[in-house]
């Protein structure tokens, strides 16, 4: 069996799995979505928003892009941000990393990976703004994982200074931001305490 196949057979399962459940699941879906919560994630396939929040489709609206970068000319994160805030009215945005994440693994080394190091010079900012901190850890991985949530925390701070996020703000106290990292190694989500809301 091919991997295509596979996917589609497993599709048409969880369709019945679904149905199983709730014989009105596809029609509450299809009448549209009011989600809570926009998630601003890492493009890695080990971080499922919806998996590892417990919650099901319609629940959180996703964006994903590598190392859950917030950056001020992307239009594509710009267009999820403006959508969630302004028209599905999300109260929560959660920035959410991840420790062992490639794209900050790959900031911290000179090599030359291809068209995504013009993505990855954003992340070096990152650690330029925290060498001091950074440098003085001397555990490669204990390193790693703290430039992960200090990136995590620069992108709330650039996701709350979009004016998107400000005109929001202005007008209600909704959108709340978060920053967290997940842990891969067991499952669990870490609050980095940098919540904020104007």
Same mark, same amino acid.
Request: contains cysteine.
């Given at each position: 069996?091919?991997?295509?196949?596979?996917?589609?057979?497993?599709?048409?399962?969880?369709?019945?799995?679904?149905?199983?459940?709730?014989?009105?699941?596809?029609?509450?879906?299809?009448?549209?979505?009011?989600?809570?919560?926009?998630?601003?994630?890492?493009?890695?396939?080990?971080?499922?928003?919806?998996?590892?929040?417990?919650?099901?489709?319609?629940?959180?609206?996703?964006?994903?892009?590598?190392?859950?970068?917030? %950056?001020?000319? #992307?239009?594509?994160?710009?267009? %999820?941000?403006?959508?969630?805030?302004?028209?599905?009215?999300?109260?929560?945005?959660?920035?959410?990393?991840?420790?062992?994440?490639?794209?900050?693994?790959?900031?911290?080394?000179?090599?030359?990976?291809?068209?995504?190091?013009?993505?990855?010079?954003?992340?070096?900012?990152?650690?330029?703004?925290?060498?001091?901190?950074?440098?003085?850890?001397?555990?490669?991985?204990?390193?790693?994982?703290?430039?992960?949530?200090?990136?995590?925390?620069?992108?709330?701070?650039?996701?709350?200074?979009?004016?998107?996020?400000?005109?929001?703000?202005?007008?209600? #106290?909704?959108?709340? %931001?978060?920053?967290? %990292?997940?842990?891969?190694?067991?499952?669990?989500?870490? #609050?980095?305490?940098?919540?904020?809301?104007?």
């Amino acid at each position: 069996m091919t991997l295509a196949k596979q996917l589609l057979d497993n599709n048409q399962k969880w369709v019945e799995d679904k149905l199983n459940e709730d014989k009105d699941f596809f029609n509450k879906l299809a009448n549209g979505q009011k989600p809570p919560v926009l998630w601003i994630g890492c493009a890695d396939s080990r971080v499922p928003a919806n998996q590892i929040t417990g919650t099901e489709p319609g629940e959180i609206f996703v964006h994903r892009n590598i190392a859950n970068m917030v %950056v001020h000319t #992307d239009m594509n994160m710009l267009s %999820v941000l403006d959508y969630a805030v302004n028209i599905l009215k999300v109260k929560h945005v959660i920035v959410c990393g991840h420790y062992g994440c490639g794209g900050v693994l790959a900031a911290m080394d000179d090599n030359q990976y291809g068209l995504v190091d013009n993505w990855i010079r954003h992340i070096k900012d990152v650690y330029r703004l925290h060498k001091t901190e950074l440098d003085g850890i001397e555990d490669q991985k204990s390193r790693a994982d703290r430039f992960v949530e200090l990136n995590v925390i620069e992108q709330v701070y650039d996701l709350t200074t979009t004016s998107i996020i400000r005109n929001s703000w202005a007008k209600d #106290d909704a959108p709340k %931001v978060h920053g967290w %990292v997940y842990d891969i190694k067991n499952g669990l989500i870490k #609050d980095l305490d940098v919540s904020t809301a104007f």
